[in-house]
């Protein structure tokens, strides 16, 4: 059977027809993107013996301000050139990320074995796996009933590290683990994001009228709030994690019992899916740590953060000196949290992550001078940043290409 | 000058010709990808004349699973894949209605005028381009002082609709819009969601010392509430817009009053950019509605969403009874809102975001019981969903490719 690649734009063309010469761009469109991919790893190779920051902003502004004109000659809106080529940009620089790591630490490629909470598809299981994804680098699974189990097994040197949620944007923080992170002086070695979708799940059969009764963690119950005010007839019940509710359900088989989990623990656990993204926002996020008893080393290459505890003198304006010596080094905090000391009330801990690695130069003198300052100040860990930003174009460049009145 | 396509991967190659080499990959990607869009308007122009739905979610599933495996052959793991189409598929389904709804209405295509608040630049004016980049129909925008005055544009009939911010995922809901909503009755013809990213602008060489006070629009201020918590000498002040508070530091030029405003109005108004994306989280969006005099007619081959308000009779239970009506028809409830009206006092108006069209027969149905049990029933509107959810692939058929160990 032989087929023109590029169809007539007729009606002429039967549905399958037009199917079919999509499926083969497609299939191209794989085969360049993996060729694309390849190029790539040998970018990275060559900035590893060049010691050269993988990312390059003139760099990707050049590639995009060329590739958005050409769109347009092709009838293609600069907005979605922009968007297909951030995406691909984005698996770029995480994947050289990932080379130069792998390339650069000493470690052996055998599979860590890493302390999660709950049972397999747990939220946190499937952070884990999206950490892991694009990794070389394998891990086992040990499940931990509690994040204090989690801290417990990395002490003891039973785990290599361990994955815990620290903040969600819909609820905020999850205090506990702020609290273990002091108590544990344990290292923060990375972070992963995870978009959030909770189902709420039955036994087979069972329909949403059904039920009276939801388990789930107390993180989850708080991110579908707005679910449980339209209905006042259901009354929530905390569970230590979202995969533990899910086993409730399984073993009761009562159709008045639901829970709320992730979709893949759902589809995975043969219950039943009443209702899909139940959260009070549909861009509903959750940042996790990556936690582990030895630091890591993060190759100057690479974007790090860093992260420190803060303890202030009992003065007027302590904090806001302290803060002051973020500022004139032109250090980026991206995050501030303050926590009271359970051994010392009403005196406040802060939690500050910020953008740098410890052993950048320009960081490790506005240690120094916070320590001057601040009562107590402890790293909690420089890991490689989740975030890969968005190389932006001008407005001005394309101003003239958006406003066409 | 002839090169080899597929570069060696070893490290005799220089940084620029590995560049040279992507450029030339990813001008293929870009003309495949301009060849697959044009397939994908002659699949809507064949679904318009069998007046199919635009999304075929078996079919997608088939296209996904068949990349994914060819991807991993090619070294690429499924979640890499399953972004990049996710991506190219949403670009897909979105011209394909933007291709129907265009040959479906009747309307003219001069441009719109469209009521905007603020000034070029503003949040919403950006939020209108975003609506329109991949739309036919261009629109011409007024701007408007504030959200009274937009909706008093539209009653008049002076602009042919306007685009009015409605909830935020750090600050919740615009109130004001809800109540304006009520009072003016007009229709909902359309949605758009923007990630909101704030930045703090003030006249060149200002530096963030001399910062005493900030203006912006109060929404602005409430989802960048932690940057005031750690700077607490410096003093909010509202504004009508982020627009106007932009101008106000434009005219004074005085180094210690700064404003918050998005990227795009910062970068084009000569002042400087102290800090970007100040909000509290990064994951920041607003919604927005497209509000018109008359109704927008959405084909069935689309899929709607309908907004109405609600008053239920003073008696137990009586919310609840209405809520039944949707459930037992399965009707998807994205959104619900009470708020108190002003002239009854303690009495509760609902607002309910719904999938589906209004001239759908089962939603037809369910308003026909709806009014019988509720005592004031109002449709503000049916109009094309915005979010394009992207097919999932079988958590099952895609476990022992995640799951490696």
């Known amino acids: 059977m032989k087929e023109e690649r590029s169809a007539p734009s007729g009606g002429v063309n039967s549905l399958n027809n037009l199917r079919q010469s999509i499926g083969r761009l497609d299939e191209e469109l794989l085969k360049i993107f993996a060729e694309r991919r390849k190029l790539s ?51 770029s620089v995480r994947s050289q990320y990932d080379y130069i790591l792998e390339n650069t630490s000493s470690d052996s490629l055998e599979p860590l074995t890493l302390a999660v909470l709950g049972e397999p598809d747990s939220y946190s299981h499937i952070a884990a796996q999206q950490h892991f994804a694009t990794k070389k680098r394998r891990f086992e699974s040990e499940y931990c009933p509690s994040f204090l189990s989690i801290f417990k097994a990395i002490e003891s040197g039973r785990v290599d590290l361990g994955i815990v949620p620290i903040e969600n944007t819909t609820a905020g923080n999850i205090t506990e683990v702020y609290d273990l992170l002091l108590e544990y002086k344990l290292n923060i070695v990375g972070e992963e994001k995870l978009k959030v979708k909770h189902c709420l799940v039955a036994t087979q059969g069972a329909t949403i009228d059904d039920i009276k009764d939801v388990y789930s963690h107390p993180q989850a119950i708080a991110q579908c709030k707005s679910f449980f005010n339209e209905h006042p007839n259901i009354n929530s019940h905390f569970r230590s994690s979202t995969s533990s509710a899910l086993k409730l359900v399984a073993e009761y088989q009562n159709p008045s019992i639901a829970a709320i989990a992730s979709e893949q623990a759902a589809e995975n656990s043969g219950l039943e899916v009443l209702s899909y993204g139940i959260n009070n926002y549909q861009e509903n996020y959750t940042r996790f740590l990556l936690v582990a008893k030895k630091t890591i080393e993060v190759p100057s290459t690479i ?41 010392k009330p009403w005196q406040e801990l802060f939690y500050i992550d910020f953008e740098g690695n410890a052993s950048d130069l320009i960081i490790e003198k506005a240690l120094v001078e916070l320590k001057q300052i601040a009562s107590e100040v402890t790293l909690l860990g420089s890991y490689p940043m989740h975030d890969i930003l968005a190389t932006k174009l001008d407005h001005h460049a394309l101003s003239n290409q958006f406003n066409r009145l």
Chains 1, 2 share one sequence.
Do not use: W, Y
């Open 303 to 343: 974007p790090a953060k860093t992260t420190l505890t803060l303890q202030t003198p009992q003065k007027p304006g302590a904090l806001l000196d302290c803060l002051q010596v973020f500022k004139s080094h032109s250090i980026n905090m991206t995050k501030l949290e303050s926590r009271p000391i359970p051994t």
């Open 41 to 91: 790893l040998a970018v990275a190779a060559n900035k590893l013996t060049t010691n050269k920051k993988v990312r390059d902003q003139a760099q990707e502004k050049n590639l995009l301000t060329n590739l958005t004109a050409k769109g347009q000659h092709l009838g293609i809106d600069p907005s979605v050139t922009l968007s297909l080529f951030h995406n691909i940009i984005e698996d």
